[in-house]
């Protein structure tokens, strides 16, 4: 049996990712700092699929969760969150929570799967639509995924002499408990979907979809796809602009 690990499973894409993974015959490990979300899901997916914790800003956690698992054949790094703030009020401390995890956890991640994962392996990647899009109020969590997309190219380089695969997604607007708050704004899910030719925005299974293709893809390493119903050709929305809209009506 093919052993996958899905970091951050607990939740949203990483969760749709791991069902996903599971259906076509991974015997997954969904790892997350959530450990009882980590655990109910793996218990939802029945045996052999096991829940462990996970901390990826956190080296010696990465190390632990890899030596453990032992040879894998797929992960899949999912771990993020955002701070919402312009910069010229954004505390260093938030900015460098969201560096953190997002990009410092990413690589520690690619670090270990590197060293873990069997020839011809795969590593995806959660990038984000705002690598490549800049949208106000999100500095740390752009810069982050703009990292992250050239992490993925740079792990590719140097992990394809054993035929692993480093690709990434980049998602647009996809509901889940991560982009629940901003949900909540009215006028934000609707300006992306005016500013998204497919009309909608995205589910967890749009993205565990192309999670999966990538990690068959045996010709594509060093992709980082824009997963987004279009929206990479137009613009991403105004959060502030919308949340001060909502405070002073
Ligand atoms: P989510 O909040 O539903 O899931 C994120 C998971 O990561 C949670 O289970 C959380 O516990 C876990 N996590 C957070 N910090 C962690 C840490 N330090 N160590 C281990 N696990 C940690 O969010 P989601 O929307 O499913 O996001 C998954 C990934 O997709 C993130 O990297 C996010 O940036 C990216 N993404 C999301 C969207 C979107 O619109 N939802 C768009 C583009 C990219």
């Known amino acids: 049996m093919r052993n996958a690990i899905v970091v951050g499973g607990a939740s949203g894409i990483g969760w749709a990712s791991a069902q996903a993974l599971a259906t076509d015959g991974y015997r997954v490990v969904i790892a997350d700092i959530n450990l009882e979300g980590a655990r109910n899901r793996a218990a939802a997916l029945g045996d052999p699929h096991r829940g462990e914790f996970v901390d990826v800003s956190d080296e010696d956690s990465v190390a632990a969760l ?15 969150f955002s701070t919402i703030g312009l910069i010229v009020d954004l505390a260093v401390e938030q900015f460098r929570s969201v560096i953190d995890v997002c990009l410092t956890g990413a690589f520690i991640v690619a670090k270990y799967a590197g060293r873990h994962l069997n020839d011809n392996g795969s590593l995806v990647s959660i990038s984000s639509l705002n690598g490549r899009q800049p949208a106000i109020g999100m500095a740390a969590y752009c810069s982050a995924k703009a990292g992250l997309s050239m992490l993925t190219q740079v792990a590719a380089l140097e992990l394809a002499p054993r035929g692993i695969r480093v690709n990434a997604v980049a998602p647009g607007f996809v509901h889940t408990p991560l982009t629940e708050g901003a949900a909540m704004v009215p006028g934000v899910v609707e300006e992306y979907v005016e500013n998204t030719p497919l009309g909608r925005a995205g589910t967890p299974e749009d993205i565990a979809e192309a999670v999966l293709f990538l990690t068959k893809a045996s010709w594509l390493t060093g992709e980082v796809l824009d997963l ?15 949340v001060m809209k909502m405070a002073s009506p």
């Open 228 to 242: 987004n119903g279009g929206a990479h050709m137009k613009r991403y929305p105004d959060i502030i602009g919308h």
């Open 66 to 80: 890899f030596e453990q698992t032992g040879a894998v054949d797929a992960v899949v790094s999912c771990a993020g």
